[in-house]
């Protein structure tokens, strides 16, 4: 009756929904962009169609301008802009989110959303606002939409519904997988194992001369692991390690050694020494033991190439400013006004169900006819006494 | 198409660019999954809004489009369930609840409706019912499919008080021992992955056609927290709170749900509720009646939780009740035999520190010893209690809600010493 880590991870949604290899990673995302891309441009092909026909009617069938909007081919971003933008403002909603929380699933939910949108059908800076808004009810931080509102701030005061709209956009996007399995919850326990077998592997060495240095070692030592811990978890688990796409690719025992790796390497390999216990004169689990420790290097140069200073360069803000802008003349303008988009939703909806009200009825009052009629042929049903068996 | 009559048909190209597209991108996603049995139906039509469907939307319609709604089963404030079947299999019946957003829950998506799927979708044991699929419906309300189960609930089987309905069901000690058993390792399982039910209960315990109990009802239930972390005590339902929660503790554990086990344990005994009362003050005198009085001595701390000074008055000749004496448990709980009221004794420890984890219990000599747990499929049924009606009857109340029989406080959340106070 034990259930190891690797059987408990397997069954979360984070493994069954949200781990990719990075070509199947890589493919989504590219889909999605190409997607999204045909999508801006038969928008914006219905809209120039649009206009010349209304042009047309209302010159007598000829075109007299020829507007810009009408020859143009519209410049959709590239796969590359579009994660450049997402960099930014998953950074943003890290720091949004680190006031509010100590896990930040927020930024999570924008990264996993758009594996299935792009920006150019929905901004980030809507999304937001939303994800953050999402992950304090799941992350037990809930508080009153309007306080929120009123701390979210920004440049323009938030309105309820700017974070409400696209909620239901995001929560379907989300797949209604809510949990983000992180790797803090590794860090401590996993502080006071790398001690209490330091300590153990210290014990066992043979004594030697000069007692009291031993000591003074200990001491020093622990200080080490205490560093260690807190510069792999300050540093890099809250920081890069969510920015980049770790959690889609690795298990979160796996981002934690990374963290750990970059923070203290030789402290870490001990560390892992000790899982990888042999027999002595076997070394069956030595291929094993390699490839774990390639994986977690490969997170950790995941993970450090991640590791950057939050504010961007002004070379990157400059492109940033590019990037923004190309988006504002690509945006679909189908999805621009989302709030509109969710209450022409809702209205539609409750109009098809008061179709389905009267139907029900009609429905109803049929069967009670039916029953009736089958009644005066059958007789009664018997009445129900519950009569002795 | 909700563009505008003037628009022609989209670009033929373009269209079908994106349908290739989405429907590589939808391959993609289906090889990540491990569940391969999600049907592939024609990989696009049009969205809601007019344009073409987002690759979450398209997800969403085929889930929609599996399960097709039956007749209304119950219809709560909170959600209306439905009965329904997977179109794939079309003999598997299954229960869709479909949660409403009230006019009161203005932020959104409700926070118990949240917290439900979240963690059903992550729990998944043979003694937990199984969420099978999630999905929107036009109107922005979100639907569970849950699996069918139709024979009622334990509380239907067990409760003889004043108002039980149906006809009495007998059941034996070995009987309890397997519901017991279930119990536990559904418990077992949610405090593995970190999760507090924190509204265990005979309501919330469900059977099976095939007669196995299932845990339901996760609408309280959050993870364990970081160590210094607060937690609300407001949580549940009053019979069946423990005291830590009642004292106004803010740093509690899973233990918390160990006692609710404990209530259920006793109440399968008694047929009965164990510590009712009509306040919050009530039921937590009558728990120092049964299990004695918090102090120091018994509960190191428990004078530092914040109601404590309005339970210990600082009085010493108070009255202070000792519990119940050993012979009046072995009179009541008898059915238990020695070992089994030893292990009752134990979950229901006022010293949360002190009661036992679910791994625990399930080792515990009591499930070793004779009468042996009865095997699943012959456990006692409800006679006329259960049926589809009773489960929607659970599924659609609001989460730490007790039974509306005029015994219980219907705000049960709600920790209320009001009285005590001078």
Known sequence: MHLNEDAKYRTSTQFRYW????????????????????????????????????????????????????????????????????????????????????????????????????????HPKDILKT???????????????????????????????????????????????????????????????????LQQALLSLPQTSGGPEIIHEVHQMEKRITEAHSIASDRYLKNAALLTDAYFLYTPSQIWLAAHLLADEPLTLFYLDTKFTVAPGSNSSAPL????????????????????????????????????KKLYQCRNPDKIDLIGLNKAQKRDATMDGKLEEGLAKKRKIEREKQEKEADDFWGPPLPNTGAPG | MGVSTNSPVHPKSAS????????????????????????????????????????????????????????????????????????????????????????????????????????????????????????????QNVNMVIELLPRGDLKTIYYRGADAK????????????????????????????????????????????????????????????????????????????????????????????????????????????????HTDLEIFTRITEVFGSPSEANWPGVTKLPNAPLINPSDDSAPRPPGMPTEQWNREFGQLGPIGIDLLRSMTSLDPRKRPTAKQILAHDWFRTAPAPTKTELLPQAGGGGGPVKMAEDLKRKPGEAPSDGRADKVARKIDFGSMKK
Not at chain 1, 19 to 34: I, M
Not at chain 1, 169 to 193: C, D, K
Not at chain 2, 116 to 124: A, M, P
Not at chain 2, 263 to 271: A, M, N, P, Q, T
Request: aromatic share 8%.
């Open chain 2, 166 to 277: 149906g006809p009495e069901v007998s059941y034996t000690g070995a009987d309890i021992k397997a519901w017991m058993a279930m119990l536990m390792r559904a418990v077992w399982f949610c405090h593995e992955h970190f999760v507090m039910h924190r509204d265990i209960k005979g309501d919330n315990l469900l059977i099976a056609a095939d007669g196995s109990l299932k845990l339901a009802d996760f609408g309280l239930a959050r993870s364990f927290a970081d160590p210094g972390t607060r937690m609300t005590p407001e949580m549940v339902t009053s019979f069946y709170r423990p005291p830590e929660l009642f004292l106004g503790a803010t740093h509690y554990s899973a233990a918390v749900d160990i006692w609710s086990c404990g209530i259920v344990l006793g109440e399968l005994v008694k047929r009965d509720y164990w510590v009712p009362g």
């Open chain 1, 289 to 324: 033991k390699t490839r774990v420790i390639s994986t977690i290097r490969s997170c950790a140069t995941m993970i450090s190439n991640g590791d950057t200073p939050s504010q961007p360069t002004l070379e990157e803000r400059a492109e940033l400013t590019r990037v923004d």
């Open chain 2, 16 to 139: 079908t660019e994106i349908q290739a597209a989405k429907a590589k991108a939808l391959t993609v996603i289906r090889a990540t999954e491990t569940s391969a049995s999600s049907p592939i139906s024609k990989p696009s039509s049009p969205g809601e809004d007019g344009g073409e469907r987002d690759l979450a939307e398209e997800l969403n319609a085929q889930t929609r489009a599996r399960y097709k709604k039956g007749k209304l089963l119950g219809e709560g404030t909170y959600a209306n369930v439905f009965l329904g079947h997977d179109t794939t299999s079309p003999n598997t019946l299954v229960a869709i609840k479909k949660t409403k957003k009230l006019d009161s829950f203005k932020d959104g998506m409700s926070i118990d409706t949240i917290r439900e799927i979240r963690f059903l979708q992550e729990l998944k044991h043979p003694n937990i019912i199984n969420l099978m699929a999630v999905f929107s419906s036009k109107d």
């Open chain 1, 19 to 122: 781990n990719f290899t990075p070509d199947s990673l890589a493919s989504l995302r590219r889909n999605t962009n190409r997607a999204a891309v045909e999508r801006v441009k038969a928008a914006f092909d219905r809209r120039r169609k649009a206009r010349i026909a209304a042009d047309k009617a209302q010159n007598g069938g000829e075109v007299t301008v020829v507007s810009e909007l009408q020859t143009k081919e519209v410049e959709c971003l590239t796969l590359e802009e579009e994660q450049k933008l997402l960099g930014y403002y998953c950074a943003q909603c890290l720091k949004m989110g680190k006031d509010n929380f100590k896990y930040p699933a927020n930024v999570y939910y924008m990264k996993r959303f758009y594996l299935f949108n792009s920006p150019m059908t929905y």
């Open chain 1, 131 to 197: 994800a953050l808004f999402v992950a304090t009810k799941t992350e037990n931080h809930h508080q009153d939409l309007d306080k929120y509102c009123g701390q979210i701030g920004g440049k323009k005061p938030t309105l309820r519904d700017d974070v409400l709209a696209p909620e239901f956009i995001l929560t379907q996007a989300l797949r209604f997988t809510f949990e983000v399995r992180h790797p803090f919850r590794a860090v401590l326990p996993g502080h006071s194992q790398s001690a209490v077998q």
